[in-house]
């Protein structure tokens, strides 16, 4: 599963989801309103639903399924269906604090509220700055609950030498939290 929110950062989103229809047979999204004004402002592409990958990344990714945002009658609003983690990237701290406070007011807050109470892995990639008490509290709230919060913070030590070199830095993280063997950037130990 992946979350899009209008979280500054929509090329960790579309970085992530190229690299995880490599990974997973798979891959269902969740693009908020809000997303895709900040996909249309930062990556220059405006899309409308029905979403498609083409449109919203500029590359066919066939294993990757839009849900609309409103849809509560799709598996991931379900304890019953099982899948192999949440990903909301980049995560908004609104959604942050909607899920933190279990207000589960769309798919996307429903679908990580229901990762929690069913012990599945759920990862925050959050991007805000400064932090204010509010959002670390909330952040806190959702850590003690068992979420990931892994913020959009991307390593220079490589010596990135594009945006998409440098958003790698935090995918491989993210791909590293779900446990799947990438090979987006060499390892430490391998430098
Ligand atoms: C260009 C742009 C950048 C934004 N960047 C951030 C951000 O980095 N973090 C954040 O929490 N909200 C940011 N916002 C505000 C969110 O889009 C706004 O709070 C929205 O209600 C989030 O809703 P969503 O979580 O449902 O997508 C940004 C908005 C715009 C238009």
Request: net charge negative; hydrophobic share 40%.
């Amino acid at each position: 599963m992946v979350g899009v929110t209008g979280a500054s950062g929509a090329i960790y989103a579309e970085r992530l989801l190229r690299e995880a229809a490599k990974h997973f047979d798979e891959v269902l999204a969740i693009v908020s309103r809000h997303a895709l004004s900040v996909f249309e402002t930062e990556r220059g592409r405006k899309a409308q639903p029905p979403l498609t990958t083409d449109a919203l990344l500029g590359e066919s990714l066939p294993q990757v399924r839009f849900l609309e945002e409103g849809d509560y009658f799709t598996p991931p609003a379900s304890g019953s269906y099982r899948h192999d983690g949440m990903v909301i990237v980049p995560c908004s701290m609104g959604t942050a604090g909607r899920i933190a406070n279990g207000v589960s007011d769309n798919l996307m807050t429903r679908a990580a509220d229901v990762c929690l109470k069913e012990g599945r892995p759920l990862v925050l990639v959050v991007r805000e700055t400064p932090l204010s008490l509010v959002h670390l509290r909330n952040l806190t709230r959702l850590a003690e609950a068992g979420a990931t919060v892994l913020p959009a913070a991307p390593a220079w030590y490589n010596r990135p030498s594009s945006l998409e070199e440098l958003a790698d830095t935090v995918v491989a993280r993210i791909l590293q939290r779900l446990g799947v063997e990438h090979k987006i950037l060499p390892e430490w130990a391998e430098e």
